[in-house]
């Protein structure tokens, strides 16, 4: 039988994500009740990332929960908090698989990842790495917050993914949780696997509490639906063939019934072997790129990350509620090395023999307040403010060349919201504003010899902008929630590549249009029903920018980004039953994204965005089984095949994706002392080539890569 017939007949009826609502859980709540009270009364959740403690049914926003459970089962599958997200969420791009998230997308736009709301973006030379800064072990859940908002600053022009850590302890004592776990491909070439080690111990006295961990990970190489081994990302940086780990520590005191003061700390790298280098493939054949043995040489790809923040929160403060939070990240991103032309330089050596790399360092702090308090009883008012210094520069290792220069950002943004709440809450109204003042300030400096070797002047220009936000919500009867929401989101369009990139004479930064932020408008309408067994939820949205910031691949090989005219819109369909079968649900979700750009700079969209800033239309399939001591889930993506109207290498008039589908499983025994997960990912060992690499640098046959076969990982995870 055909596989795609098979899963359809398997999972006929189910969605990888539904809104849930929940509230967080204790280090030892039971898993199967923690589901069951995400799936509880739809006033219970709390959002933190939308800088509020009213419920998510209060806001005008479409917002998803990845709950522990959840959470766990798709790190299962694919290991990484990104692909959690991506394999649950219909509306997000397929991953890369890749170390590098460039041209992964929320809604066609990037979404701002943060921990604990704090940001984990480079907003002025975009690494691309922020989705791997911490080890999923410690992160508790996830909030996801869909479209263009300014809730959490700047980055969020396709909405949040706000990684919640694990809690602190809540009784006296010592507590904690260990994990084991093991990962091979189908054929268990030695090659392939890998495995995972992390604890995490906790100590609770009164008002005290502290919580110290560590994990570490090693990955083997990949292999395709083919059995080949999959071509690593020598640029970029690639998961395969890897070490990471990661250091956590939370530090805690109850100073009152209702305050607190929280310090947490998190180191996190991931580093390549450099074990193999790349051999190129055949598009016209069809043959994706491979890796044999091999040093690339140079400091091998790598990511290092590292976040402090001190939190105190108030839950009673003259009758409202207070989070004062103060924050450090410090960054750095190392590229694989090549001898590019992008690095040549006849100045230093012969045209075709400099062999460089780059490093993207970035160091920011910040600080954040809110304050909110019920006014009257209906109305509900918040009040802030946020502050950001950010920065950050790439230079070349080898020749200690400037790549893109020292830069340094400041945003200061005060804010206000307002929640009123009509007829017992039936009728909501809410709206609010944000002021963003923006500051740049780069010094002189010269490009290199590929872009002309130009003289920039520098300067310090200034950008302010009021955002606006408003939404309606509507609750007729209980559980059925209808709802209409207007909002603004803003980020920069990537600085530095902009910078490196100038080629014009005399130009200077204090009037480079180039440099513009980006301001994104969103609109949405939305309808929400949870009553009894029936969990469904439909959005249509429509979002447009008027200098946005445009991907595209430069004749070296390199991502440069072109200030355009963009419009999106997109519909995004969920449902959930639980059906008859005691233990039993099944959910489907579906989103049709389509994107559209201005060319030639006449104020009309005029192409369709390519696979580097859109995402294919995707149907998700789900069935969940609970009983007992045993959980079960079976999932499929079915990524559509999309047509490109354009008139560039990227875009070909005919069908530049042809669509694949995927099936994982997970299966899952708690025995009384710990747990036992088996997964696999890819169960019907599909091969295929990834979407990024199907629809972008479409006659590089380095870059062909193919997505990954099926893989099983085995678990054992234990609480105490």
Known sequence: MNRTVLLTALLAGATPLAPLFAQAEGPNADPAAAADDQRGDAGDIVITAARTELPASALPLTVDIIDTEELTQQVAIAGSIVDAVANLSPSFSPTRQKLSGSGETLRGRSPLYAINGIPQSTPIRDGSRDGYTIDPFFIDRIELIYGSNALQGIGATGGVVNQVIVPAPSEDGISGRALLQGTASSGFEDNGLGGKAAALVSYRAGAFDVSVGGAFERRGVFYDGAGRIIGVDEAQGDVQDSKSWSAFGLLGYQLSGSARVELIANRFELKGYDHYVRIPGDRELGIPSTSVRGTNGGEPPSNRVETVSLTLTDSDLAGGSLVLQAFFNRSRDIFGGSITGTFQDEAIAPEGTLFDQSANKSRKFGGRFSYEREIAGALTATIGFDSLWDETEQSLIHTGRAWVPPTEFRSLAPFGQLNLGLFDNRLRLAGGARWENVQLKVDDFRTLAFYGGREVGGGQPTFDDLLLNGGVVVEPVEGVRGYASYAEGYTIADVGRILRGIREVGVDIDDFLDVSPVVSNNREIGIEVKRGPLDASAAYFWSSSDLGGLLVLNEGGVYDVQRQRIEIEGLEINLGVQTPVPGLRVSAGYAHLSGRTDSDEDGVVDI??????????????????????????????????????????ALENDTAFVGYETADAVLRYDTGFGGVTLAASNIFDAAYITYNSDTISTNDDLRFFSGRGRTFTLGWDVRF
């Not at 965005?609 to 239309?617: F, K, M, Q, T, V």
């Open 608 to 649: 369709d965005l390519d696979g580097a800033n859109i995402s294919p239309d995707r149907l998700n399939l789900a069935a969940d089984f609970r009983r007992g001591p045993f959980s079960a889930r079976l999932q499929g993506q079915f990524y559509l095949s999309r047509r490109f109207d354009g008139e560039n290498d």
